[in-house]
Nanobody, 122 residues
Framework: QVQLVESGGGLAQPGGSLRLSCTAS????????MGWFRQAQGKERELVAA?????????YYLSSVKGRFTISRDNPRNTVYLQMNSLQPEDTAVYYC??????????????WGQGTQVTVSS
């Protein structure tokens, strides 16, 4: 079992930045793909970014966040990050950390955090 706890959400102004952290316990995350999903009110959950477990440097980004968001992982610390720059109101959502296999489908992620709210507003 893997337990995931997110932190770092909050309120940001358009153009601002936030960094989300996800700390895992229970098992080492090195072999898992780590993903950040988000779900805006009334919309489906979508994968924002993912970092493959065993292939260092292999990442995925949703097209609308490319160049603005960066996913990184610190396996010795069992932690994954999402640096979000140039935030836009459309980025407002609950952000979830997840661990699973390399995929854009939420069903392929077995472990989930509780979510952290990100609100982008002036």
């Amino acid at each position: 079992q893997v337990q995931l706890v997110e932190s770092g959400g909050g309120l940001a102004q358009p153009g601002g930045s936030l960094r989300l952290s996800c700390t895992a316990s229970g098992r080492a995350i090195g072999g898992y793909t780590m993903g950040w999903f988000r779900q805006a009110q009334g919309k489906e959950r979508e994968l924002v970014a993912a970092a493959k477990g065993l292939d260092a440097g292999v990442t995925y980004y949703l097209s609308s966040v490319k160049g603005r968001f960066t996913i990184s992982r610190d396996n010795p610390r069992n932690t994954v990050y999402l640096q979000m720059n140039s935030l836009q109101p459309e980025d407002t959502a609950v952000y979830y950390c997840a661990a699973g296999r390399w995929s854009t489908a939420s069903n392929d992620y077995a472990y989930w955090g509780q979510g952290t709210q990100v609100t982008v507003s002036s």
